[in-house]
């Protein structure tokens, strides 16, 4: 995938972008939860989307024991992957996306849009050159060592809504504090 010009965050508009999975194959294993924030030039909330999704197979227990969810949650509440890959399509429009790991979100996405919405690609950008290219050097680039270091509560629930919000509020925090810098 070609490197795409760094993002103006605080300057345009954009998209925060978090899934949950069954585990860490793209090609074996399935989404159980979409989330997005979109948010304004100002870095405020404009909209929220989070959808559970059903799948084929059990959610392994080691995943249910990280994250909550349950074959009885997606059960009761998951919506076709088909659908839901659609509405996040259409609610992501034209906007920038971020992920934090990009690349792990990205192939899950277009991995299974392959398989049930093969018109589909998700195009997201990593976070973690934006953070590098924003905060001062650092040993790692982690959300939850992120969110630590910037102070922001909330992060590891391992929930993609909960991610989407707790990425979100690092990049506003490193926003501020290169404008402090910069002054």
């Known amino acids: 995938m070609p490197h795409a010009p760094p993002h103006p965050v605080g300057r345009a508009p954009f998209c925060v ?70 509405e996040i399509h259409d609610y992501l429009g034209d906007l920038p996306a971020f992920a934090h790991n990009a690349r792990f979100d990205r192939g899950f996405l277009n991995a299974s849009a392959a398989r049930v919405a093969p018109a589909r690609q998700f195009p997201l950008e990593c976070s973690i050159p934006w953070f590098k290219r924003t905060l001062p050097p650092r040993k790692g680039y982690g959300l939850p060592v992120l969110a630590q270091a910037l102070r922001v509560s909330g992060g590891g629930e391992h929930r993609a809504l909960g991610d989407c919000r707790v990425l979100l509020e690092c990049m506003r925090r490193a926003h501020a504090s290169a404008q402090r810098s910069a002054i």
């Open 17 to 86: 972008v978090d899934i949950e999975t069954t585990g860490l194959s793209p090609a074996a294993d399935e989404i159980t939860e979409i989330a997005v924030i979109r948010v304004d030039e100002s870095l405020r909330i404009t909209g929220e989307l989070c959808h559970l999704v059903r799948i084929s197979r059990p959610v392994p227990w080691h995943i249910t024991r990280l994250t909550g969810i349950s074959d009885s949650l997606l059960r009761t509440h998951g919506r076709p992957l088909t659908g839901v890959l659609e």
